[in-house]
């Protein structure tokens, strides 16, 4: 979904978290309770960042499917990024090895 592209997006240029605050507000099916005490900040601060998070990238949450369909977006946004960050770990940890196996082999 565009939604969760542009607030990965915004994340990634500017150090902030928003796409997991967005995806545990809509898993905790939009409470602002549930969501603020997983995420361990107050309530309003909670409601701070979806008004940020709701000038990136406007979004009615109002609408069941659209809700959905942000929801799976960021889902899929989060484990494609932690299946980057093991690709990019173990071609680091492969290019250590192969320095290490060069340096032995002397």
């Known amino acids: 979904h565009h939604v969760a592209a542009r607030v990965e997006e915004y994340d990634k240029q500017n150090g902030t978290d928003f ?3 967005l995806e545990t507000y ?13 995420l361990f900040i107050h309530r309003s601060t909670l409601t701070y960042r ?3 998070i709701e000038k990136i990238a406007p ?22 990024a932690k299946s ?5 770990r173990s071609a680091s940890n492969n290019d250590a090895t192969k320095k290490f196996e060069r340096y032995n082999d002397k």
């Open 84 to 88: 980057e960050a093991g690709v990019a």
């Open 50 to 52: 979806l008004k940020c």
């Open 59 to 80: 979004m009615d949450l109002e609408n069941p499917c659209e809700r959905l369909h942000i929801l799976l977006s960021c889902i899929a946004l989060r484990i494609l």
């Open 26 to 38: 809509l898993m905790y099916n939009k409470s602002l309770m549930l969501a603020s005490e997983r």
């Open 19 to 21: 796409l997991f605050t």
